[in-house]
């Protein structure tokens, strides 16, 4: 029966079920697409025979709201959703969000803050005794004590506080079955510490062995370089294969035990996860209240690999889905692409085939699989690691066989790209091929800053990378015939990031006459090597103190300056350039980067009343470099000059 899974009583009772498993209850709305961790998550394990049902967004105020299917035979699984409750709610400034593109109708406020931890007490209220397994992203990068940006503060592991059994991090396939025939086969659920990446909580050490203990909870909150030191030890122990169990005490004598991460995907158990019976949309229940945004994106996208090498500081990819690339196999993707394009809504157009980097297919180098990625080692940054295998002929031969399937107009590339590893690519082909056939006017790419003091905060190439890059781009493009254009994504007050380094972004977006419509501030989110220096002011890695700009002030003058182009954004500009001693970037000259106040100010009135004089002006200070003002003044006293020759030659 290929249907959605109930999310009613009445659905139950359609199937002919009387009881469900697991009831499982999300933040978002439900979509039956495999972008979507509920979605595989609760397929998976209809796969494996276990009845599930969806409480999608309950009523966190009111206890009925999760009595939907009564009291499930095994246990409740919770998540917040496909993101963080917190990032969904708030901007960077900490500003509620107007929509929400996870619920129908884009309508804001249907899931509460922190929704793990609100749902997995909602729960408990009704169920004491029931097994309750929380995961997802919120869950999976809040699994031990992390810093909360929203509050500012130190919070325990989100397992605590929600009042769970049990933790599942990372992708969740392989756990969540181990957990569900462990309950099935009656292992109560304290008993069940066995399980790669999960979390469990105990008040017993004795039957742990090989274990890494982390500083307390108390400790952490009572030091931030305490927080580093536990963060480095967490950074280090994140691969299935060398990672160890790490043990994180609380003062009331329990312990949070995170197991080593799930080892990862083969191809053929990828190929599984993506052949399930999804109905590759929202429930059509939502359709009345205007559909779910969310899906726009993904419903004409093929993921073709998970995990990511990258290694970006600010990313918390090596958390959640691990540095080791698991791929599905053409066939699988090809047999998704050919159920896309059977859609009435496909017009042509594969949007995406990626994952998180797209052009990664393979493991960076051959000993990962057995011996795992290096711990104190990254494979791209500051360079190429020796042992980096740079290889695109799959990922080319992949995109060649998509494009040439009948229905299929054009095939994109939207994921994100490494520059620096198509760089380390001594074979062109892939990079030709992405110019001629997968780009449509516009390349969007994330060198993120060109100083490269911030570049080696942020994980990234140094910026000599990005401009051969660059220079390569324009050339096969040139080649080509295609007027085709690169995007950067730009990012502003990340920690490394002073005056200096923001204006000499402005200055690099200056010479090369770029005009960014979007800047992304620093956001520190839960688990991620970039947050552990905002909040502590070191590298975790090396302890070494880092600049972190934490005045909201100074973080609006960064980012002014890279759209300082921007009239609104005049006064910010202004102050941070006389902060920083670089007046010299105010005024008529091409290299400046505003015009004087006074000025300013003159003309701004000016062009309010006289339209012709405004483009007197404008013309007078291109021809001559110099401001509408002193030009007038000149041509007075040149007028006069011309009066009074003209006077004495008269009388002689």
């Known amino acids: 029966m290929k249907d959605y899974l109930p999310v009613s009583r009445e659905d139950m009772e359609k199937r002919g079920w009387d009881y469900v498993d697991f009831v499982y209850v999300i933040g978002d709305a439900y979509v039956d697409h495999p972008s979507f961790g509920p979605a595989i998550i609760s397929r998976i394990l209809e796969s494996e025979g276990y009845r599930v049902g969806i409480i999608s967004q309950p009523d966190w105020k009111d206890e009925n709201s999760i009595n939907v299917f009564g009291e499930p035979r095994l246990g409740f699984l919770v998540s917040a959703g496909n993101m963080d409750s917190m990032v969904n709610h708030y901007s960077v400034s900490k500003k509620r969000r107007s929509r929400d593109s996870f619920t129908p109708g884009g309508v804001m406020g249907k899931r509460p803050d922190r929704a793990t931890v609100v749902y997995g007490n909602l729960i408990r209220r009704t169920y004491k005794n029931k097994p309750v397994i929380i995961g997802g992203i919120e869950a999976s990068l809040r699994r031990l004590a992390h810093y909360d940006y929203w509050d500012d503060c130190m919070k325990r592991s989100v397992l605590l506080d929600s009042q769970a059994d049990i933790l599942s991090y990372g992708m969740g396939e392989k756990s969540i079955v181990e957990i569900a025939d462990s309950l099935n086969s009656g292992i109560p659920v304290d008993e069940i510490t066995f399980v790669r990446g999960t979390v469990f909580k105990t008040k017993s050490l004795d039957d742990l ?66 052949a399930l019976p999804y109905m590759r949309n929202y429930h059509p229940s939502y359709e009345a209240l205007g559909g779910v945004d969310a899906i726009k994106e993904v419903k004409f996208s093929l993921i073709s690999n998970r995990g990511c090498f990258g290694g970006c500081n600010f990313c918390a990819l090596t958390f959640h889905q691990g540095r080791i ?29 990626g994952g998180p980097t797209a052009n990664f297919r393979k493991p960076s180098c051959k000993k990962q699989l057995t011996k795992g990625v290096c711990p104190d080692r990254q494979c791209l940054f500051p360079k190429p690691c020796p ?32 520059f620096d590893y198509i760089m380390a690519d001594p074979d062109e ?12 006017g516009q390349l969007k790419v994330a060198p993120e800053h060109i100083s490269d003091n911030v570049l080696r905060t942020l994980g990234k190439p140094g910026n000599s990378v990005y401009r051969a890059f660059c220079k390569k781009y324009a050339a096969i493009n040139k080649k080509l015939g295609k007027p085709q254009y690169l995007v950067p994504y730009l990012m502003s007050s990340h920690p490394g990031s002073t005056l200096k380094e923001a204006i000499e972004l402005a200055e690099y977006l200056r010479d090369n006459n770029l005009s960014p419509e979007q800047v992304q501030d620093f956001y520190p989110t839960p688990s991620t090597i970039s947050t ?35 009239p609104k954004n005049y006064e910010l500009v202004y102050e941070a350039l006389t902060k920083a001693h670089r007046t010299d970037l105010i005024g008529f000259d091409k290299k400046c980067l505003i015009r004087p106040k006074n000025t300013r100010d003159i003309q701004r009135k000016k062009q309010g009343t006289n339209t012709a004089l405004n483009a007197k002006q404008t ?26 020759g003209r006077k004495n030659g008269r009388k002689n």
């Open 209 to 274: 062995y090989d274990y890494i203990t982390l500083p307390g909870y108390d400790e952490l909150c009572a030091d931030k370089l305490n927080y580093a030191k536990s963060f480095g030890i967490q950074y280090r122990n994140t691969d299935a294969f060398s990672g160890k169990c790490l043990v994180e005490p609380y003062p009331n004598g329990e312990y949070a035990v995170q197991n080593p991460m799930s080892y990862p995907l083969t191809t053929e158990e990828m190929d599984r996860v993506y």
């Open 325 to 353: 690339i698991q791929a599905r196999s053409h066939e699988s993707i090809i047999k998704e692409a050919e159920i896309i394009i059977k859609d009435p809504e496909f017009k042509g157009y594969i949007h995406d085939v």
């Open 387 to 418: 042992n980096l295998q740079v290889e695109h002929s799959d990922y080319l031969e992949l995109l060649r066989k998509l494009r040439s399937l009948p229905g299929v107009k054009k095939v994109f590339i939207r994921s994100g790209i490494r």
């Open 429 to 440: 082909a892939f990079f030709r091929e992405m110019c001629e056939y997968h780009i449509s």
């Open 532 to 566: 552990c220096m905002y909040y502590t002011g070191v590298d975790p890695r090396t302890m070494k103190s880092v600049y972190v700009e934490r005045n909201p002030h100074g973080k609006a003058m960064q980012r002014a300056l890279i759209q300082y182009k921007n």
């Open 619 to 644: 013309a007078a200070e291109k021809k001559y470099g110099i401001s509408f003002e002193k030009y007038d003044r000149i041509q007075k006293a040149e007028n006069l000059r011309n009066k009074k």
